[in-house]
């Protein structure tokens, strides 16, 4: 889906306020080791329901071969924004604002208060789940997909196949 398209739909779909069903919390939970539920319970409903919605993808395309660490990454890619505490319209704002001034001025905001910090941290969601996975025990692949998965599959420091399936879940 292009990019526009994208996050035109993630919007619309972050409106709704309600979590996961009970039965999909439980289905994510099941691929989760103990640190990365911690992190699951602390990411909001919209990012929980759209990490469910990635999972399903990858296992669907990848079925029995998709190990637990792959579900975990599937299911954590997003968990860095949770340290911003954006809600729906600030992330819009944040996403335009890195369009206008570039990604790499999350580096100077992050260094500064308020809500240009909390901007530069949600840019850096990427890096950011990468280090609280790395704290929470998670796999290697999972951590590693966290930083990466923005990045083209073909620029991905893992196996071609798998991130090529994570990145097209999460652009679904």
């Known amino acids: 889906m292009g990019g526009a398209t994208h996050l035109a739909k993630r919007f619309v779909i972050s409106l709704w306020p309600l979590g996961p069903s009970s039965q999909d919390d439980q289905w994510a939970r099941s691929h989760l080791i103990d640190g ?3 992190l699951w319970e602390r990411m909001n409903n919209q990012d929980r329901r759209h990490s469910i919605g990635v999972a399903r ?7 029995e ?3 637990r660490p792959v579900m975990a990454a599937a299911l954590l890619h997003d968990v860095g924004k949770i340290e911003s505490r954006l809600g729906t319209f600030l992330r819009v704002v944040a996403t335009l604002s890195a369009a206008v001034a570039g990604r790499e001025t999350a580096e100077m905001w992050v260094q500064t208060s308020g809500i240009t910090r909390r ?3 949600y840019l850096k969601h990427p890096s950011i789940g990468a280090d609280l996975l790395a704290m929470a025990g998670s796999d290697a692949f999972t951590q590693t997909w966290a930083r990466e998965h923005h990045h083209l599959a073909e620029n991905c420091s893992l196996d071609v196949d798998l991130a090529t399936a ?7």
């Open 36 to 38: 990365e539920v911690a």
């Open 57 to 63: 993808r990858v296992h669907d395309a990848l079925g």
């Open 65 to 67: 071969t998709a190990s």
């Open 119 to 121: 901007v530069g941290l």
């Open 166 to 172: 994570l990145r097209d879940a999460d652009d679904d």
